[in-house]
């Protein structure tokens, strides 16, 4: 496939970031300052003579365009109040790529731009989330590792009501991206809609620099063997450097059998997947293919002799998007395992394309589908071992407005039932009915917690319950996922 260096500026196969991120606002919230938080994106940024394939094809256009001058020159001769012309210009492109109903295609002004440069090149502020539309409403697609929005337990498939009280109803993607966005040590308030949660809640998160450090890595000794961990947050600028630094790390250690954890990935540069399967997929078969408008599809292939001599599983969840879908699928077709909960299912690239005024117009130019030919949009990568995890690793901020109690029965209640359970004090039950054997649960947290034992819920003996639990999830206790995936590695 021809890339024309004319108007290709970066390729993106993830969400969006919101630097909100925004996630992507991408992902996983942050507000990078740049991508609108796009975090999906990659190959080059290259721009060259014309840098602008929109403007060299201006003169190709249907006589009904005429319309839209029409209408242009209608507006600024009798609206009753003045309006400048970048609004109506911008509005116009706006409203044609709204037309399109893909939440992928947007409009990107100068100041936003500026923003993606930023954020795609280095550290950037926000809440850090990607995040997609979904259905006309934004949705989280993931947080991004030790995120704000991640420690405040933002969860992919969150979905995003109001920001600082005011509704999201009517804005696109961008719009909504830039309310959520903000500078460091500023604090907004988001309205969250979960499912299975029968009214919304509001989550408060202090915005931050969000890291850049994008590849983790850690040993593990499985039955005797040693096991390499590389854990990849998103697939940014330095991804695939950082990757193979550290798997050389893991390997000049010995390892027998590789784990590669993309849960909670939202995507990120296609070149950067790219340059990381080429270490697994050796060149007798493709490891991606791209399919254009016209229907022709081009095979990528590595130039690798043989594949690793060492067993490998992938693990993802619904939080693993675009980059991470080709990723898995590509192993997965190669035989490989690959554990955990059927991924996001974004299977669509986008390119940049400049509009000559530091504006930028991101479009859907091919499908990406896997090497067999597989297409995942909107159904997502299956695991070949399905596994969840602890059931509190699900529950939900609790809201109190008054304290739960004895012989009370609520929802609520039994989300807390979770938490403690998940904490190891015994309930009895989590239906939601606030039995003694509940009672006595929470007077042994709160003797446990230097809190007066009341045996009531109140918004500070909730508070702790919340922020016990998500300090577990977040230190990776109980990760019934990861024990799998280590334990297929062998099979």
Known sequence: MNFKKSHIIIILVGALLIGFIGAYAGGKFAQSGNQSEVQLETNSKETGEGDNKATEEAADVPEQVSKVAQAY?????????DVEDKQLIEGAIKGMLASLEDPYSSYMDVEMMDQFNEQIESSFEGIG?????????????????DSPAEKAGLRPNDQVLKVDGESLDGLNLNEAVAKIRGEKGSEVILQIQRQGVSEPFDVTIVRDTIPVETVYNKMETIDGKKTGILEITNFSEHTAEEFTEQLEVLE??????????????????????????????????PYLQIEEQNGEKTPSYSELEDKKDYPIS????????????????????????????TSFGKGTVQQAVPLGDGSTIKLTFYKWLSPNGE??????????????QPDY?????????????YDQSDEKIGNVQEMLSGLGFDTGRTDGYFSKETEEAVKEFQSSND????????????????AKIIDKIRNGEDDQQLDKALEEVYK
Not at 73 to 81: D, F, G, P, V
Not at 254 to 273: A, H, K, Q, T, Y
């Open 451 to 466: 809190l007066k034992a009341t045996g009531e819920v109140d918004e500070e003996t909730a508070g702790l319950i919340e």
């Open 73 to 81: 020159n209608l507006i600024k001769q009798n609206y009753l109040e």
């Open 393 to 405: 690793f699900y529950t939900n901020p609790i809201q109190i407005e008054e304290p739960l109690t």
């Open 129 to 145: 989330a990607e995040v997609s539309m979904v259905s006309d409403i934004v949705t989280i697609v993931s947080p991004i590792k």
């Open 252 to 285: 000049n250690e010995g390892i027998e059998g590789l784990v590669i954890d993309v849960r909670g990935n939202p995507g990120g540069l296609l070149n950067v997947v790219q340059d990381i399967l080429k270490q697994f997929v050796p060149k007798d078969k």
């Open 314 to 341: 992938v693990l993802i969840n619904e939080g693993s998007a675009s980059a991470s879908e080709i990723l898995a699928v590509a192993l997965k077709e190669m035989g490989y395992d690959i554990v955990g909960n």
């Open 375 to 388: 297409w995942i949009h909107e159904t997502g990568v299956e695991p070949t071992v399905e596994v969840s």
